[in-house]
């Protein structure tokens, strides 16, 4: 069927594209390229040669910057490479100090003080505490795991709150990593020579300066140590070397200090307690302010909360019972007894030792409280807040082991002045019983009698001197007993000079009163000088029957894990002074002194006292020193500048606070009688005979048993004789 539209292409043939089925399609015929029109060469302008110019600059900076990067990044590995080719084993750094410790053992081998550089032992950072170790890194160095032994955004933080603060960028924050700290505290390498240095403190103050060469060079320590150990190597060398306040060096050290637990047994409080001491040691110390180590304990926790070491409920758990000191942490500065003991040992084994050392001593814990509590009473009850009045009290045994001793007010105080045995002081009447000890000696009895009445002497170089009574009455013809409790000085002074002043001061001197006794006659009123030590040891010598004693506190002296000690007991008794029926004799006077005379307010229930008081020249000083069969106790007060006191004289507040000591210190003992002896009573004087003119003896007849003595001094003659000798 024909159509009269003209058919249009078929599908196949618009498929084919004017080709017939089957045939093979041709390749279309390449396109030349038309030539590219060359462009004439253009001009450069000055604009475009400065800016190449410039751009030739900049790449050949940038190519030396590299170039001296690279050289300089060599330079710094090389460096750090040599550095940790030169740095010790882990085990040597461990324990960094300089000064040994001093640990202090009580009567019963119980601890009572530590001194010194303390280091309980190495510990490492996987061995502590986790708590402890979390803290430190979150306090110290949150990133400690992350950087190589720098902390660049650290540094670029310190360095703008310094500028921010108007400091220099290097003073003040310094951006130190825990790599950086332990580098510090090795001193980069360096160790103490006492060659080099005046002393530690000197080395160290140089160790921690802060200058750019020291940074450069401490910054290279710190990667050579990156280098040379692992991180928790690193962090087991500052665990063990940082200062913890207290003495204590190391964590170890310091959780027994503080906690008396090892530093693996550490909670989240006392974990966060002992890292918080990091930045100030000594200011926020627990010891020095409890208060203080908490509220910066408390910070530390919300940052371990903050990185994720506790979570919140076992921070808000810490918050809530913050750490506390052990029961003995408070008591481990060891008072004046420690004090004592370190300065009457040799140096080189107690200020300045190297080695660790182990110091046994005869302080009882139980007499030193019962004396401290005793003086806080009196004071308290006694003495105004306001007097600046000191004290000082020493318990003694009869050998001259020192039990107890308290320097001053402040009874526990440690470093302070030590009146117990550095101040001396005048000792008033308490010299008297060596007067008569030296009668006694030379065959005087208790019931000779001497004249108490107005008296004066001239003194070579001096004039006259005319002493008194304390209250200026006389009572006539007395006997040595009633001299002695009544503390009458004219009889004293007599008695003296009866006997020889020379032999009065050798029997002070050999019952220990050792220093320069002034040889004139008012040395019979205790005019020389004194401490409390010397006096409370002298009449220990009475005690224990006549012999000297050296007081002493330290009985062994031996270096930590050795068994044999270097040094033993360095006193106790020692040779005969007087007899010992002399000593018993003289006890027996001194109990008047307490049951009959101005010692009463030294009485303790149920037990013989014996004791002395005394007062010095316009009452500067007070003393009260006695006896019971068990133990001498000893107690002096006074104002540190010798202003004179107020009322006060050794029969008022020195015998109580003997008193209330003793009290404490006899409390459940069974009570002994003193070790004294009573002397004959004189016979009745016979009747008088009738006179028979007789002519004078050439001597005088020995005295008969129980006839009494009558000790005068009333002649001129009398006076030089005694002065110079004569009979």
Sequence with gaps: MSSSRKSGKLVADRRYSGKSPGQTPKKPAKKKKAPTPRRAPRRRGPVAWILGFFGWIMRTVLKITVSVAVIVALLIGSWVLYTSSTLPEL??????????????????????????????????????????????VATE???????FGLSPRG??????INLSEGRGPLSGHGG?????????????????DPKEWKNEAEFVADCRQGSLERKINEAIFAMAMEVKYSKNDILSI?????????GAYGAEAAAQRYFGKHAAALNPSEGAMI?????????????????????????????????GYLTAEQEAEAQRNPARLSSQADSLGGGYFADWVMQSGPEFFTKDTTEDVLISTTMDPRLQQATEDAVDKIFREKVSDSSKAQVAVIVMSADGAVRAMVGGRDVDATGLFNRAFQAVRQTGSAFKPFIYATALELGYSPYDTVLDEPYCLNIPGSGQ??????????????????????SLNIPAIKVSESVGRDLVMRVARDFGIYRDLQDVPSMALGT?????LEMTGAYAGILNGGSSVTPYGLKELRLKGEQEPLMGTGGGIGERVIQESAARQLAWMMEKVVSEGTGGRAKVDGWQVAGKTGTSQEARDAWFVGFTSEYVAGVWMGYDDNTPLTGVTGGGLPAEIFGEVMARVHDGMTPQPLPMEAPVPPAPEPEPAPQVVQQPQVQPAPRSPGRTRQVESNSLEDVLRSIFGGN
């Design 91 to 136: 085990n040597t750094l461990l324990d960094g100090r300089a000064r040994g410790s001093v640990t202090l053992m009580d009567r019963d081998g119980r601890v009572f003080a530590l001194r010194g550089d303390q280091f309980g032992g190495a510990v490492t950072a996987t061995s502590v505490s986790p708590h402890l170790k979390n803290a430190v």
């Design 141 to 147: 160095d949150k990133r400690f795991y992350s950087h």
């Design 155 to 160: 540094i670029a933080s310190a360095v703008r």
């Design 176 to 192: 130190s990593t825990i790599t950086q700290q332990t580098a510090k505290l090795l001193c980069l390498g360096r160790t103490f």
């Design 238 to 246: 500052y665990l063990n070397r940082a200062y913890m306040g207290g």
């Design 275 to 307: 890292a918080g001491l990091l930045t100030a040691p000594s200011t926020l110390s627990p010891t020095s302010n409890l208060e203080r180590s908490q509220a910066r304990a408390a910070t530390v926790l919300r940052l371990m909360e903050e990185q």
């Design 465 to 486: 001197w005319c002493p008194e009574n304390y209250t200026r009455k006389y009572s006539g013809r007395v006997t040595l007993i009633d001299a002695l409790k009544r």
């Design 528 to 532: 020389s000088g004194a401490t409390l």
